[in-house]
């Protein structure tokens, strides 16, 4: 099983405010989209993946309207 250093970034959409929320974990899955599928069971979500040069994997993330940045990297 891989392990992750995960970064959750929620994105504030209010044009005053450009702060974002930044939760950090470590994390062990063989499967990303499916812990991501998971930790937001229950809710509408949708995402595009994209794996950077550096082997990171991003998902920028819908949930339930709200624009969610979730990057993993191996450690």
Do not use: W
């Not at 044009?15 to 063989?30: A, H, Q």
């Not at 082997?55 to 450690?75: K, P, W």
């Amino acid at each position: 099983m891989k392990e992750y250093e995960a970064i959750l970034e929620i994105i504030n959409q209010c044009p005053l405010n450009r702060d974002r929320d930044t939760f950090f974990e470590e994390i062990k899955t063989d499967d990303l989209d499916e812990f991501v599928k998971k930790k937001f069971a229950g809710q509408e979500i949708t995402y595009d993946k994209t794996v950077a040069k550096d082997g990171s994997v991003i998902f920028d993330l819908m949930v339930s309207g709200i624009h969610q940045r979730y990057t993993f990297t191996e450690i």
